[in-house]
């Protein structure tokens, strides 16, 4: 089915390692986004892609680095895992196209749930 | 910077009692308000997409209001099931600038069998 595929869906880092959370979608969108969510905090983001080849920061930036490497694919990448990054890790969509066409919604990844200890 | 509140931030009805989620926004300058459904352990799925042109939406037992110039957005969800029990999201887009969700917090329900 057409969507915002995840991967992995959970993962355990010790602090200090690195991994790269993966988002791709299949729908043409050209705007693609990171969000993290956090009880009590709601959902913040992280980075964003506005297009390919453009990524922009968010809220909450700082221990991640993002690549937009093509049009379908999106990568979150924690550089040193620390335990304030665990959380729920949420990968997003929008087609846009320019000012003037508001009728898209965002669809979401299913998540991935990571915890670093 | 557009702040979205939703209110209650958890409810329990009993199973039949229709469902009101409230939702407001600082700044009436929006694309559109969309409304997600998540529950517990998962991601979020679509519900409902208004328009800043539209005044409601509405999908089965759904049906979502706008009031721009009141930043204000209703959720009513009718004749409640056990298997509405979930978390309801809130997101607004503002207009212009880099298409960057505002989201509230949720709102938390459970429908008593």
């Known amino acids: 089915n057409a969507g915002v595929t995840q991967t992995p869906k959970f993962q355990v880092l010790k602090t200090g390692q690195s991994m790269t959370l993966q988002c791709a979608q299949d729908?043409?969108?050209?705007?693609m986004y990171w969000y993290r969510q956090d009880p009590g905090m709601g959902l913040r983001l992280i980075y964003y892609s506005a297009s390919e080849g453009t990524t922009d920061k968010g809220e909450v930036p700082n221990g991640y680095n993002v690549s937009r490497l093509n049009k379908r694919e999106f990568s979150l990448r924690l550089e040193s895992a620390a335990p304030s990054q665990t959380s729920v890790y949420f990968c997003?969509?929008?087609?846009?196209?320019?000012?003037?066409?508001?009728?898209?919604?965002?669809?979401f990844g299913s998540g991935t749930r990571l915890t670093v200890v | 910077k557009q702040e979205v509140t939703q209110i209650p931030a958890a409810l329990s009805v009993p199973e039949g009692e229709n469902l009101v989620l409230n939702c407001s926004f600082t700044?009436?300058?929006?694309?559109?308000l969309q409304w997600f459904r998540q529950d517990p352990g998962k991601g979020l799925t679509s519900l409902l997409l208004i328009q800043s042109s539209q005044r409601e939406q509405t999908s089965g037992r759904l049906n979502a209001s706008l009031d721009k110039s009141s930043g204000r957005s209703t959720l009513y969800i009718a004749a409640s099931q056990p298997g509405d029990s979930a978390t309801y999201l809130c997101?607004?887009?503002?207009?212009?600038?880099?298409?960057?969700?505002?989201f509230g917090k949720g709102n938390q329900v459970v429908v008593i069998p």
């Open positions: 729908m043409n969108h050209n705007s």
């Open positions: 997101a607004v887009r503002p207009a212009g600038g880099n298409n960057r969700l505002a």
């Open positions: 700044d009436s300058a929006i694309y559109n």
């Open positions: 997003a969509s929008i087609f846009t196209s320019g000012q003037g066409i508001l009728a898209y919604g965002y669809t």
